[in-house]
Nanobody
């Protein structure tokens, strides 16, 4: 059974930083692209960042470019999202996802999902 478990969310002031982690189990992690998504209240879930199975391809939403950094450690079955220069509009539940397809990992049609971790940015 595939499990993706996110952690690292919390409450932070605007301009602050957080580091999210997502630990995967039940899948051959090093063959999966991984993605980070977020969903704010009343809004649709959106792609934030994606990283290919070996880290060779990385993509970001325009709204987070230059502020967020995605990385992975295949030996630890973990993908990370470093959030810097946080803004109140970054407040959302952040989810990680796994998929073997690069196009699908950047869409909400990804195959496997975690339960999410809340990030709240105060002004």
């Amino acid at each position: 059974q595939v499990q993706l478990v996110e952690s690292g969310g919390g409450l932070v002031q605007a301009g602050g930083s957080l580091r999210l982690s997502c630990v995967a189990s039940g899948l051959y992690f090093s063959t999966y692209a991984m993605g980070w998504f977020r969903q704010a209240p009343g809004k649709e879930r959106e792609s934030v960042a994606a990283i290919s199975y070996n880290g060779g391809l990385i993509a970001y939403a325009d709204s987070v470019k230059g502020r967020f950094t995605v990385s992975r450690d295949n030996a630890k079955f973990t993908v990370y999202l470093q959030l810097n220069s946080l803004k109140p509009e970054d407040t959302a539940v952040y989810y990680c996802a796994a998929d073997r397809d690069w196009r699908r990992i950047r869409s909400t049609g990804s195959t496997h999902w975690g339960q999410g971790t809340q990030v709240t940015v105060s002004s």
